[in-house]
């Protein structure tokens, strides 16, 4: 991927993992990469890639559960 210079990459990486969300790449419940799976990916630094995790989890994009993973949000029913 490359990298824009006006946007911080955090932010590009994490619209790129909501894209795959929204088009079905990863599915509710499903897991989404680690912070070393996206490093790997973007060749992102780590402080690149947890950013991009908080800013997920912090707009419930995702969530974590310690010791197994992030995993895409299920959509509550309305």
């Known amino acids: 991927m490359e990298f824009r210079e006006d946007q911080p990459r955090w932010q590009q ?10 088009e079905g790449t990863y599915r509710p419940g499903s897991r989404v990469p680690s912070e070393n799976d996206l490093m790997q990916e973007f060749g992102i630094a780590r402080m690149t ?3 991009t995790m908080r800013a997920l989890r912090e707009e419930g994009s995702i969530y974590t559960v310690r ?5 895409v ?5 309305t």
Do not use: D, L, T, Y
């Open 13 to 22: 990486v994490a619209q790129v993992i909501r894209e795959r969300i929204a």
């Open 67 to 71: 010791g197994m993973g992030s995993f």
């Open 49 to 51: 890639a947890h950013k």
């Open 73 to 77: 949000s299920i959509p509550e029913s």
